[in-house]
């Protein structure tokens, strides 16, 4: 069982910047991605980021490229979310998640965090 803790979250401004952090209870081995995903009152939850482990591969939605940055640090276990130009639209509570797949879909992802709220005030 991996236990996935994420902080960051805030109140900023249109046009500012907050970086997420998701610390891992544990390392494991094995190939795995690590993901952070959003959702909006009334809306679904929707894919932002993800990150592969083993080979760094980023992916991202259209909605955030150029202005969201995923990372790692392998040797802290912990996954960032760095996100610039923030826009009232990004207001969301932000998971991170894991799955133990490459490339995985969304149901792939078995292990998440309890979220954190990121507002964005216009």
């Known amino acids: 069982q991996v236990q996935l803790v994420e902080s960051g979250g805030g109140l900023v401004q249109a046009g500012g910047s907050l970086r997420l952090s998701c610390v891992a209870s544990?390392?494991?081995?094995?190939?795995?991605?690590m993901g952070w995903f959003r959702q909006a009152p009334g809306k679904d939850r929707e894919f932002v980021a993800a990150?592969?482990?083993?080979?760094?591969?980023?992916y991202y939605a259209d909605s955030v490229k150029g202005r969201f940055a995923i990372s790692k640090d392998d040797a802290k276990q912990t996954l960032y979310l760095q996100m610039n130009s923030l826009k009232p639209d990004d207001t969301a509570v932000y998971y991170c998640?894991?799955?133990?797949?490459?490339?995985?879909?969304?149901?792939?992802?078995?292990?998440w965090g309890q979220g954190t709220q990121v507002t964005v005030s216009s």
């Open positions: 990150i592969s482990w083993n080979d760094g591969r980023t």
């Open positions: 544990r390392r494991t081995l094995g190939f795995y991605t």
């Open positions: 998640a894991r799955a133990d797949a490459v490339s995985p879909t969304e149901s792939e992802y078995k292990y």
